[in-house]
């Protein structure tokens, strides 16, 4: 049975930071990724990790706050947020899949259920 279960949500304050932790079973997969869905707006890209190599890549509106991350051993997908703003609150959901573009949702296949991030200002 595959499983993707998210953590690490919850309401912070502009300027600080939170980890996502997405624990996988029953699944294996060319890369990992968290995508985000504010109200209101599509659901977007926010950073993938290739699970073989640890090759990244990150939304331009993330770069140099967020980092993605992955434990082999643990089969933990995390992501790192620093220095959030409003704008980073979110539904955040932890994806696996095999055609690795933060542009094409349609290339992870599997999701899991998101953990909410709320960002005040």
């Known amino acids: 049975q595959v499983q993707l279960v998210e953590s690490g949500g919850g309401s912070v304050q502009a300027g600080g930071s939170l980890r996502l932790s997405c624990a996988a079973s029953g699944m294996s997969a060319f890369c990992m990724a968290w995508f985000r869905q504010a109200p209101g707006k599509e659901r977007e890209g926010v950073a993938t990790?290739?699970?073989?190599?640890?090759?990244?890549s990150y939304a331009d509106s993330v770069k140099g706050r967020f980092t993605i991350s992955q434990d082999n051993a643990k089969n933990t997908l995390y992501l790192q947020m620093n220095n959030l703003s409003p704008e980073d609150s979110a539904m955040y959901y932890c994806?696996?899949?095999?055609?690795?573009?933060?542009?094409?949702?349609?290339?992870?296949?599997?999701w899991g259920q998101g953990t909410q991030v709320t960002v005040s200002s």
């Open positions: 994806a696996a899949g095999f055609l690795c573009k933060l542009r094409d949702e349609n290339g992870y296949r599997f």
């Open positions: 990790i290739y699970t073989g190599t640890g090759g990244t």
